[in-house]
């Protein structure tokens, strides 16, 4: 578990070779010892007002005090919106992403709001998450809660230990978050006044055993600190382990466009680092290698730290042209891009290209320019991942010629095959020549079932034309597929006659026609 360096000034640094050497956290200045502490029961600072009771600073729904339920609804939504403007920065920018995170990545998954969707669930859609990533059942889950609150506060506290169980047992650094930091904040001061000794410490009182410091009660304002990055931390860690856990050095050692030579130089670059974890620096050789690619310089850049050397959007800019080179098609996305920074105009710009590169593509994860403006780095590795695991389906996979004579319509059908048990919609669009045209413009293939989709070419010149389909899965609630990509190129091998003219004579006479020509061309 890493520790604080409480007064001591951090930097990431290379353990080695430049190229080839760990990145590690290593301190700059010690000015105090190394102390640990607990990011849920945080020291007092000096300018921090006195604790008040729970009982004075929690609101709790009282219905027997002449309100009515629809005023006190509105007095906490209120109270609790101005909790969530009091968070820290890096807080509230973790929840809007981790919002726009779980509603793309998690399938099925249609969120309004951390973590209250989460709360007035009951913990239901904790459950689902976990679930659905992870592909394997959570036990622990409760069905029926009782109507009582003395007996449902327990329940959901067994309930948010099982599911806490579970992905510690799975690798989560959950050690720091307790069940009763998920509950709501009423539910959490009902938790405190029932004083429930079932979950205290089952070692208090065993000799030998330090003794324990007596606990303390949060107010409802500090509270919701508490809970919402205590919420946070659980979400982040079931995307690091299900999802970011599945990058591996045989999976990088498979992915296109590195070759083997790059994936033979591993070593310390990867498995020395108390920063980061393997699969992190595998994602980091990823950008590394596709920005030294597409951007060579005299003096190699290293991405080490995603806050600043993601920033410029030139990393970003060169996967996506390291697997989609159509998006490149005569420079136009690389003469966009400022190498040498000097303002911030020249950033935005960069940011701007690369967003607007992604929406071309199809990449549906909404990213913003706040998120390399402001950045947060846990939140980049996650779109890092994003595309890490999204742009090798774009690379094409096969290519498809279109043979005949040149004004001969040629028709061709991509045949698809779903063998998942839900049906999959895919939206499909060219980019290219405009003499290749979609039959349909959206197909639906139900459970194991194929379906097939038309593509018509009509050739203009006798030189060939090229194009690119894109074939983008839909969100209707059904299975997310992978997006499919296939190169259209034509192949003019004759003539085909626009007319036929017959013509008579006599031997030796000459005889003249007048013969109508039209433009098959519509300008």
């Known amino acids: ?12 640094r290379d353990r080695g070779n430049h190229e080839q050497g760990a990145v590690v956290l290593a301190p700059i200045a010690a000015k105090a010892t190394l102390q640990t502490r607990s990011q849920l029961s945080p020291e007092p ?28 609804e509105q007095a906490k939504l209120a109270a609790h919106q101005s909790k969530l403007q009091a968070l820290p920065p890096h807080v509230q920018h973790g929840l809007g992403f981790m919002l726009r995170w779980l509603n793309q990545c998690v399938p099925g998954a249609s969120f309004q709001s951390i973590p209250d969707d989460f709360w007035h669930s009951k913990g239901k859609l904790l459950f689902d998450v976990i679930e659905a990533v992870s592909g394997k059942p959570v036990p622990g889950r409760v069905v029926k809660f009782s109507a009582s609150r003395k007996e449902m506060i327990p329940q959901l506290i067994r309930q948010y230990e099982e599911a806490l169980t579970f992905l510690k047992s799975h690798g989560a650094l959950l050690n720091h978050v307790k069940p009763e930091n998920l509950l709501l904040p009423n539910e959490h001061e009902q938790f405190c006044r029932l004083n429930l000794c079932a979950f205290a410490d089952k070692d208090e009182g065993i000799l030998g055993h330090p003794i324990p410091t007596k606990k303390r009660k949060f107010s ?36 296109p466009g590195i070759p083997k030579k790059e994936t033979e130089k591993l070593g310390l670059a990867i498995t020395g680092s ?36 993601l920033s410029d959007g030139l990393a970003i800019a060169a996967v996506l042209m ?22 911030v105009e020249d950033q935005m710009a960069n940011l701007n290209k690369v967003i607007q590169g992604m929406k071309e593509l199809g990449l549906r994860m909404p990213i913003t320019m706040n998120d390399f403006m402001e950045p947060v780095g846990r939140d980049l590795m996650l779109v890092c991942l994003y595309l890490y695991q999204q742009l090798p389906h774009y690379i094409p996979k096969a290519t498809i010629e279109f043979g005949g004579r040149l004004g001969e319509l040629i028709v061709k059908n991509i045949e698809l095959t779903n063998s998942s048990k839900t049906a999959i919609s895919y939206s499909a669009q060219i980019d290219g020549s405009a003499d290749f045209k979609l039959l349909t413009p959206t197909v639906c293939i139900d459970a194991k079932s194929k379906c097939p989709i038309g593509i018509e070419f009509v050739g203009k010149f006798s030189h060939p034309v090229e194009a690119v389909l894109f074939l983008i899965p839909g969100s209707s609630g059904g299975t997310d597929g992978a997006p499919l990509v296939f190169n259209l190129k034509s192949a003019i091998s004759g003539l085909k006659p626009v007319g036929n003219f017959s013509m008579e004579s006599k031997m030796y006479e000459l005889v003249a026609e007048s013969i109508t020509i039209t433009n098959p061309f519509s300008t």
């Open 274 to 309: 108390n920063l980061y974890s393997v699969p992190e620096n595998l994602i980091l050789k990823w950008l590394t290698y596709h920005h030294g690619k597409a951007f060579p310089t005299q003096q190699p850049r290293r991405i080490t730290n995603l806050e600043t050397d």
């Open 322 to 343: 390291a697997h989609a080179p159509y998006l490149n098609l005569g420079g136009r996305f690389r003469q966009g891009l400022v190498t040498s920074l000097s303002s």
């Open 45 to 72: 600072e000096e300018d921090e007002e006195p604790e008040e009771p729970v009982a004075c600073s929690t609101q709790v729904l009282n219905l027997e005090d002449g309100t009515t339920a629809e005023e006190e």
């Open 1 to 12: 578990m890493l520790r604080s360096l409480v007064g001591s000034e951090m930097c990431i």
């Open 220 to 255: 409802a304002r500090k509270y919701v600190r508490i809970t919402i990055e205590a919420w946070l931390d659980v979400l982040y860690q079931i995307s690091k382990v299900f999802m970011l856990g599945r990058v591996s050095v045989k999976q990088f050692r498979t992915m």
